[in-house]
């Protein structure tokens, strides 16, 4: 199986980053661990920010040409 992933596209870091936000609240939540909802914004919102900075300095890429035009 071969996975298609971009390691310096910007979209596929955020995309895999709240999928795994995702399964880590789910995961916990199930072990009944609470998790307060203002602490998954700020870890996602961290997340991003992270993201976007790389991308702002040219080492992640935002593609911003459409495909087949």
């Known amino acids: 199986m ?4 971009n390691k310096h596209s910007a979209g596929a870091w955020l995309t ?3 999928a795994i936000i ?5 995961v916990l939540s199930a072990l ?3 998790i307060d909802n ?6 996602s919102g961290v997340i991003s920010a992270v993201i976007s ?5 040219g080492i992640l890429t935002a593609p911003t040409d459409k ?3």
């Open 2 to 5: 071969k996975l298609n992933f």
């Open 22 to 26: 995702a399964a880590i609240t789910g």
């Open 67 to 69: 495909k087949g035009e």
């Open 38 to 43: 203002n602490t998954v914004g700020s870890v």
């Open 53 to 57: 900075a790389l991308t702002a300095f």
């Open 16 to 18: 895999l980053s709240g």
């Open 32 to 34: 009944g661990v609470s």
